[in-house]
Structure formats: structure tokens, C-alpha cells
């Protein structure tokens, strides 16, 4: 089964979490998902996942049901059963050290203090995944917690749906070969 990417998109399961800050990982996966015409509804190893198959290649859309901070056991049990290496994941995740609707790719490094990202690294041994960091900035008087598990504001929107279309356009230009320094230029 071979794999050309695996995409996965941290959030929390559940209709309480659905257009919270932090599922905007969820958000991107369920455009680009749109966008392929296919649904992340088979469940395995923890996980919501899709198949699309491009060009002869698979791509995994990959969306953990075991809440944010357990993301780990999901990328960790898939990467295992399809054979996949570090350097054929892409991860997407909100970060609100970033202003709101920022993006950034990354090719490796720290958590950064996201629990999820920090789930990944302890299960996987490994940080050298890519990450599509969305920006949600940060809470000016609400705790960490609080802000994340909120929806964006009337004003926020805008931002963020233009943020999940470039993040949807960048994964495309990844999946059609672009090399990860070149989509760093474009969209950092």
C-alpha cells in the first residue's frame, strides 16, 4: 500500500469542538477532503481517515478522534501499518504564537508548546514531520484553554477561511511534487 503522503489535521472530535480554534487542522482536512470529492469517515487505528488516489500515488487524509492531546497514538499506529516515514507526513495545526490567519511551514523542530504536536513527537520518537502552522492568535485576556476551545469571532473569519484555502493550496502543491523549499518561499 503505498503512500505518497500522509496529511493529518489535529483537532478535537465532536459537534461541542467543531469550528473551534483549535480544529483548525480539522477545518483544513475537510476542505481539501471537499475539494478531492471524499469523505474522512473510515475509521482505523484511532483516526478518521480518506484515501484519494492522484497520479497513481495515495494520499491519507488523516483527522485523530482521540482529542488534541492524544494525537500521537493515531499518526504512530498509521505511519506503522502503512509503512509511512516522517518525511512523507504533513501536519496541520493552529498556533496562536502566530496572528490570526498567518501561515508558516516547517519542516521539523519543537512542539512549540502544542500538546498535540508534543503527543506526535513522544509517540512517533521523531520530530522531523512537516507542519502547516494556521495562526490563531493570541488570547488577550482569556486563558490558553478557554481561547482555544472557542469559535473565531465575526471578525476573525475572514482571516481564517482565507487561511485554510492557502493551507488547502499548499498541501496540493506538495502532493503534485512541489519540493518543500520552494512552498516554504511561496507561502511563508
Known amino acids: 500500500m503505498n503512500i505518497l503522503l500522509m496529511v493529518v489535521g489535529l483537532g478535537n472530535p465532536g459537534k461541542k469542538y467543531f469550528e473551534t480554534k483549535h480544529n483548525v487542522g480539522f477545518m483544513v482536512l475537510d476542505q481539501l477532503a471537499q475539494d478531492f470529492g471524499v469523505k474522512i469517515d473510515k475509521l482505523e487505528f484511532d483516526a478518521a481517515t480518506a484515501t484519494v488516489r492522484l497520479n497513481g500515488e495515495r494520499v491519507l487524509l488523516v483527522e485523530p478522534q482521540t482529542y488534541m492531546n492524544e494525537s500521537g497514538r493515531a499518526v504512530r499506529q498509521l505511519m506503522s501499518f502503512y509503512q509511512i516515514q516522517e518525511d512523507e507526513i504533513i501536519v496541520v495545526q493552529d ?51 478557554d481561547w482555544v476551545l472557542t469559535p473565531f469571532s465575526k471578525d476573525d473569519r475572514p482571516l481564517i477561511d482565507s487561511a485554510v ?24
Open 95 to 145: 498556533d496562536l504564537d502566530m496572528p490570526m490567519g498567518k501561515l508558516r511551514l516547517r519542516t521539523k523542530g519543537s512542539a512549540g508548546g502544542h500538546n498535540g504536536i508534543k503527543d506526535i513527537i513522544a509517540a512517533t520518537g521523531s520530530s522531523n514531520f512537516a507542519r502547516v502552522k494556521v495562526g490563531t492568535d493570541h488570547p488577550a485576556k482569556q486563558t490558553v484553554v
Open 165 to 188: 484555502d492557502q493551507a488547502v493550496n499548499l498541501i496540493k502543491d506538495r502532493i503534485n511534487g512541489e519540493p518543500i523549499s520552494k512552498l516554504m518561499n511561496k507561502y511563508n
